[in-house]
Structure formats: C-alpha cells, structure tokens
C-alpha cells in the first residue's frame, strides 16, 4: 500500500481532477459522482467505515479521503449553508420592503384620496 506522500506526488505529478480542500464541505454524491463509487447505496455506513478510499476503472484511480462528514438529519456546517442562509435573509428583506412600500403607496393614496375601491 502506497503512503500518504506517495499518493500526493502522484496525484499532483499526473492527476486530472484535485480537490485538495480541508474546510470546504462537499455533498457526497458530488464526490462521488464520476467514480465508481457511484454505485454505493448505503452512503451514511459507508463513510463511517471508510476515511480513505482507492478505487479504479478502465481509465482513472480515484483516491477519496474523509476528514469529517455529516449524515443529512444531522445539523449542516454553517459554512456548507451560509449561501443559503444569506439568500433567504435578502428574500426576507425584499419582502418586508415590498409590503412597507405597498402599505406606504396605500396611506398616500388614502390621503389624497386617489383610490378606487373594486
């Protein structure tokens, strides 16, 4: 079995894809989405059994190592979320805006009487 050290001279010396990221959260199914490892149907017991991977085809090796994973009932990284979050905070923002501005046009048109009733 080939060392830590080795893998990374090999993958650096002729890989085709590297994600070499430690605090970057991954969906699994991205990971393993162009790999044999496809094919895996009980994902949660597999990374718990399984920190580093090697696996081949007819093309490609594929070394896949897990330094930390989440089970989807579990609570997700604020980093793996924080795009969502800020999406639905600037949604929430937009439509308390939209209905101060609406309630706002009322009041005005109220005043000066500039509305019609249907």
Not at 99 to 116: C, I, R, T
């Amino acid at each position: 079995m080939l060392t830590w050290k080795k893998y990374n001279h090999i993958a650096t010396a002729s890989l085709r894809s590297l994600h070499w990221e430690t605090e970057l959260w991954i969906n699994f199914d991205e990971v393993i989405s162009n790999t044999p490892l496809i094919s895996v149907q009980e994902k949660s017991e597999f990374l718990k059994n399984n920190s580093f991977v090697e696996t081949s085809d007819s093309s490609y090796y594929y070394f896949i190592r897990v330094l930390d994973y989440k089970i989807s009932d579990q609570i997700a990284p604020l980093t793996y979320i924080k795009d969502d979050i800020e999406s639905i905070l600037i949604n929430k923002k937009k439509v308390e805006l939209r209905k101060e501005l609406e309630e706002e046009v009322y009041k005005v048109a109220k005043e000066n009487n500039e509305f019609e009733i249907y």
